[in-house]
């Protein structure tokens, strides 16, 4: 049986959480969030999803532009370790300089990587500028560190 993504009240009867006859685990909580995050561009329809993949594209050009990033391993000026401060955290992160596997923690990012092709998902994003959080297991891509991903 499919279910809905978990809900926030626990009372919906919908979802994997809230119906009686299912066992809840703790090891679904991954799943729920991308489930989530399939949700949202389903919610948000193509046509939205796509203007929002073709503002990052656009936005990420323009940063590797400026940073000269070519790829993890030529990285160019970008910041070897950034201070995330938009959200007042002032978490540092430091940059992966290796082809990886790591997705960007940004809800749109990871939406924009649910709904591209295998193809993209192995090429295209083992190759953007992603950050790793120093002090813990979080990934952020360069555009979204600087704010510069969605504006």
């Known amino acids: 049986m499919t279910y809905a993504a978990e809900c926030f009240s626990g009372?919906?009867?919908l979802c994997n959480k809230c119906n009686?006859?299912?066992?809840?685990?703790?090891?679904?909580?991954k799943i729920n969030k991308m489930k989530r995050i399939e949700d949202l561009s389903k919610v948000m329809g193509k046509n939205y999803v796509q203007e929002v993949k073709d503002r990052y594209n656009k936005n990420l050009k323009e940063w590797c532009k400026n940073y000269s990033f070519k790829d993890p391993y030529c990285y160019g000026y970008a910041p070897e370790i950034k201070s995330e401060t938009f959200t007042g955290r002032n978490e540092k992160y430091k940059i992966i300089d290796k082809i990886h596997k790591h997705v960007c923690d940004n809800t749109y990012c990871k939406m924009m990587y649910t709904t591209s092709t295998s193809w993209e998902q192995k090429k295209k994003y083992s190759l953007l500028p992603i950050?790793?959080?120093?002090?813990?297991?979080?990934?952020?891509?360069?555009?979204?560190l600087t704010n510069d991903s969605f504006k």
């Open 11 to 13: 009372q919906c009867g």
């Open 131 to 144: 950050y790793k959080n120093i002090n813990k297991d979080n990934f952020l891509c360069g555009p979204c």
């Open 20 to 29: 009686i006859n299912s066992e809840y685990s703790f090891k679904e909580i």
